[in-house]
């Protein structure tokens, strides 16, 4: 069964280094997400992107976070300048229209 | 922001049927009803969703009260597998993202 797979499974970083999350999306999807998951705390929404652009983020995504599709596979989530309060379970999703989601097992970033 | 409310625990014995209840007494006409999970350590995985009907698949039953007010997940025969934490979403049918709450963590009982 396809599924959507991210890289690293465990991310540990220094306090203000650059990170880049990697997924590989469902191969024949469209749309593409991220979700972050603070220890012990709910799922978030953090950005959904369709068509190579945004189509809408949360608060939590603001000018420290972007996105790429950088070729026809990978799908990543760069974080310029990593704060301790960074630190969660970074969920990637795909979806074929704009309804069922297939989430990956997630990375967990470790910022010290 | 609360759109849906769940026991935040439930308890189920092995092999029997668990009903998972969710209320959304400020449902829209737009909104569908999803229910997924997220197992321990996994990402969260799509279970069922309606609008009005009652629907089946191969994972679970999803019975939906007339009025849509509320909604129940029924897993017909729950194995240790199924232990994981259980989201009732509201989705208007124009929105893309998913708002978690805090779910339903499943305990199966051996």
């Known amino acids: 069964e396809p599924e959507v797979t991210q890289t690293p499974s465990h991310q540990v970083t220094q306090m203000g280094q650059e990170v880049i999350l990697r997924c590989v999306p469902i191969?024949?999807?469209?749309?593409f997400y991220w979700y972050r998951q603070i220890l012990g705390q709910k799922v978030e929404f953090l950005v959904s992107?369709?068509?190579?652009?945004?189509?809408?983020k949360s608060e939590i995504f603001d000018d420290q976070f972007s996105v790429e599709r950088p070729d026809g596979s990978n799908f990543t989530l760069k974080i310029r300048s990593t704060k301790l309060e960074d630190s969660a379970m970074y969920f990637c999703?795909?979806?074929?229209?704009?309804?069922?989601?297939?989430f990956g097992a997630g990375t967990r970033l470790s910022v010290l | 922001d609360a759109k849906t409310t769940q026991p935040n625990s439930m308890e189920s014995n092995e092999e029997e049927p668990v009903h998972l209840p969710c209320n959304h007494s400020?449902?829209?006409?737009?909104?569908?009803i999803h229910w997924y999970r997220q197992l321990p350590s996994q990402g969260p995985e799509y279970v069922i969703h309606g609008l009005t009907s009652n629907v089946n698949n191969r994972m679970a039953s999803l019975a939906i009260a007339e009025d849509r007010k509320s909604s129940t997940l029924i897993l017909h025969r729950a194995t240790l597998r199924d232990a994981a934490v259980y989201y009732c979403?509201?989705?208007?049918?124009?929105?893309?993202?998913?708002?978690f709450g805090k779910g339903t963590r499943l305990h199966i009982l051996p």
């Open positions: 191969s024949n999807h469209l749309y």
């Open positions: 979403i509201l989705r208007d049918v124009r929105d893309d993202k998913i708002i």
């Open positions: 999703a795909s979806s074929e229209g704009e309804n069922i989601q297939y």
């Open positions: 400020t449902i829209s006409g737009t909104d569908y």
């Open positions: 992107f369709y068509n190579n652009e945004i189509s809408e």
